[in-house]
């Protein structure tokens, strides 16, 4: 389950913020702290934590009909609904500036909020929903919409409280979208444009699309943003599609054949309005119009910094390696609220400054070559660029001693890869490892043309020189 269209709901909420139905209809939670909430925060920017629940309720509590969870292929009624299927950080500069669309891999190992241990990402929900329905009971509540609602409201609480330890941030606001929610919204506007490289069918979410582009629409769509199964990288395959998706809807909803249908955007506020759970401190209407200068191509897509994409766990079977602390130095250098984090920013250092090598242990005949010329052509100095030994997974970048800023300043570049220091760095100079799972610059060129095998080893096929693009300008993916 996805929830995308939320951000481009809030982002182009011009389209109806006149609309009095859509405030007085919406349904509000008390998930927020005192810190949060502002609308004109003191780091000058507004973090918001998008929340798509794999839920078969609606925003009121009420069960959703079997026939509606048959045609979204969603299974029964007590299936799922407690586990986060998507999870975005939006952070809006209040200046106008553009935004930054964080995600979050469903399956990322993490602290869990509340001494849960450390698990998935996507249960911190569900833990504090949980432990909540138990003690609600004790204290006698049996009321069945009573107890859905104030425990749902405990594990948005916890989950806030899990994104919050890990990235260094203040949620200042919330929002929640289901199933049906995200059916709906996507037929209200008529479809999204999308482009595949490749066909692809997936039994457990229902995919089934032709290579090429296509709109899509409904169950369609909701199984393009949520199949995993037979993607390359899984989890961050799918991340990829979401982010695709998002940026093809708001194109769509930025549109004046949604903007200007009355009928779409009546159709549009019915769906939000049933499907969208807000937190009480946010003014949408107020903020909306804050949001004016805010379109499609003023968003930026981003993804934690993750490890092993295949981390055996103790008791949550294979997850994705997360660190805390290159989360944070992540999330900081992306000036998403460096003042909330409370680690000052490090001033930057003249690219021409730094000599960078880079060494190739992907196994991919010349990434480095295309690394190494994605760094210079940012004014770093070239060192040169060399083959290491092969199986890195996840890499890395080597500094000199005293050289962590140089370091991180290239990591960053590179966007957000881990940092060591390495005494056998030459001064001055910093090098690069490039592992396998290595997505960032310079590796564009290999990613239409390389596929992974069984055994996680790249195979080399004809490389595309850039990802595809339609007439239209959407991007195809896999």
């Known amino acids: 389950m996805s929830l995308l269209s939320i951000g481009v709901l809030v982002a182009t909420g011009y389209g109806w913020s006149n609309f009095k139905a ?105 833990y504090g929903k949980n432990d909540a329905v138990a003690e609600l009971q004790k204290k006698g509540v049996k009321d069945p919409a009573q107890l859905e609602t104030e425990s749902k409201q405990e594990g948005a609480k916890n989950l806030i409280a899990t994104i919050q330890d890990l990235t260094g941030v203040t949620i200042d606001h919330y929002a929640e979208i289901n199933l049906v929610g995200f059916y709906e919204i996507t037929n209200a506007i008529g479809g999204v444009d999308v482009c595949l490289n490749e066909a ?74 049933k499907s969208i759970v807000l937190d009480k401190k946010w003014d949408i209407l107020g903020f909306a119009s804050q949001m004016r200068g805010l379109t499609g191509g003023n968003m930026e897509f981003q993804t934690i910094p993750t490890g092993d994409p295949d981390l055996q766990t103790p008791a949550d079977g294979s997850a994705v390696e997360v660190v805390k602390t290159d989360v ?69 970048v080597r500094y000199a001693k005293g050289g962590e800023a140089a370091g991180e300043q290239v990591a960053t570049t590179l966007g957000g890869l881990k940092t060591e220091e390495d005494v056998n760095i030459p001064a001055g100079h910093v090098r690069v490892f490039v592992g396998s799972s290595y997505d960032g610059p310079g590796a564009q060129s290999f990613t239409a043309g390389t596929k992974l095998g069984l055994d996680g080893a790249r195979q080399q096929q004809p490389p595309a020189e850039d990802p595809p693009i339609t007439a239209d300008g959407v991007r195809c993916v896999n």
């Open 328 to 396: 944070r130095r992540f999330v900081n250098n992306l000036n998403v609220d460096p003042a909330k984090t409370g680690t000052p920013s490090t001033p930057a250092i003249d690219n021409a400054s730094i000599t960078v090598d880079v060494r190739n242990a992907s196994g991919v005949a010349g990434l480095a070559a295309k690394v190494l010329q994605s760094l210079v052509a940012k004014g770093y100095t070239e060192g040169g660029a060399a083959n290491a030994e092969s199986g890195l997974t996840t890499s890395i």
């Open 22 to 126: 859509l405030n007085e209809n919406l349904t509000t939670t008390d998930v927020i702290s005192a810190e949060g909430g502002g609308e004109k925060p003191a780091d000058g920017a507004i973090d918001i934590l998008m929340v798509g629940m794999d839920s078969r309720t609606d925003a009121k509590g009420n069960p959703l009909p079997q026939q509606i969870l048959d045609e979204l292929q969603a299974g029964g009624s007590d299936d799922g609904g407690l586990n986060t299927d998507t999870l975005i950080l939006m952070h809006i500069p209040n200046d106008g500036g553009k935004a930054v669309a964080l995600s979050f891999p469903r399956d990322s190992y993490v602290d869990i909020a509340g001494g849960y241990g450390r698990h998935k990402i996507n249960s911190a929900y569900g």
């Open 200 to 273: 692809t069918q997936d039994d457990f979410s229902g995919a089934d699309f032709a290579a090429g582009p296509q709109t899509i629409q409904g169950r369609q769509a909701l199984s393009f943003v949520r199949q995993r199964h037979g993607l390359l990288r899984s989890d961050l395959d799918r991340i990829v599609r979401q982010q695709v998706f998002m940026a093809g809807l708001a194109k769509k909803m930025l549109s004046a054949g949604v903007l200007s249908d009355q009928g779409k955007l009546k159709a549009l506020i019915e769906a939000v309005t």
